[in-house]
Each structure stands twice: as structure tokens, then as C-alpha cells.
């Protein structure tokens, strides 16, 4: 009798992905998620994370030499990611998604410009979690 590697779990694209705290836990350490852990350090982009307790939302972004896949993971770790106004909220109740995905090369300026969109038709600097 062996043990055997938990099967993989297909990756739902880009598009598809929300993921609620644990399951972001779950899929940056499980082996089953390593094609997901694969995709996602493929990109880099802007992200959404929702506190389903009252709505308030963040709008972030991962850009130069930082992944999605690198940034998701430090939420993963602490629950803030270093994000100073998430530091007060329980990261529990956290839903993470993807809004915009670029080629890791995609100039910095581009990915700031869709952040600030986001930011801006979300309103999340004012009814949200993002201070600036």
C-alpha cells in the first residue's frame, strides 16, 4: 500500500478565478494546485479582494518582478501582504479575483494606469480598503 499524490485540479483560467482565504492558502502550499501556482506566476496584473463582511473592497497589483503568484502568496502567509490598511481586518473573510492579467514584461505605467481605473470605478479609495 502507497500513498498517493492528491490528483491535480485543473486550473479555471483567469477569468474564473475567485478564491476565498483558505482556498488561496490551499493553493499556494498543496501539490494538487501547482498547475495553478504555474499560471499565476505567469502573469502579472491587477486583483481584487472583497471583505464579504460588509463589501468594502481593495483593488492591487502585481507588476515588474512580482507576480500575481508571488503576491497572493504573501496574503496567503499573513493575511495583509504587507498592505497596511488590510492589516486591520480579518483576512478570514477575504475573496480574492483577478480584474486584469499582463504579460510580466507589460511596462509598469500600464499596470499603474489600470490600477488607478479600478480604483477609481470601484470607488475603493473612498467606500473601500485602499488609502491611496
Not at 490551499?26 to 495553478?36: G, K, T
Amino acid at each position: 500500500m502507497e500513498i498517493a499524490d492528491a490528483e491535480p485540479i485543473p486550473f479555471p483560467g483567469f477569468d474564473k478565478l475567485v478564491l476565498d482565504h483558505a482556498q488561496l492558502q490551499s493553493v499556494m502550499r498543496e501539490h494538487c494546485y501547482a498547475s495553478w501556482r504555474t499560471a499565476l506566476a505567469s502573469v502579472a496584473g491587477v486583483y481584487l479582494i472583497t471583505d464579504t463582511r460588509d463589501g468594502r473592497q481593495d483593488v492591487g497589483k502585481a507588476d515588474g518582478v512580482e507576480s500575481i503568484s508571488m503576491r497572493w502568496s504573501a496574503y496567503a502567509t499573513n493575511g495583509h501582504g504587507g498592505n497596511v490598511e488590510l492589516g486591520n481586518v480579518d483576512a478570514t473573510s477575504f475573496r480574492f479575483s483577478l480584474l486584469r492579467v499582463f504579460d510580466p514584461a507589460t511596462p509598469t505605467r500600464e499596470i499603474d494606469a489600470a490600477e488607478r481605473y479600478f480604483k477609481l470605478a470601484l470607488d475603493t479609495r473612498r467606500h473601500g480598503l485602499n488609502g491611496n
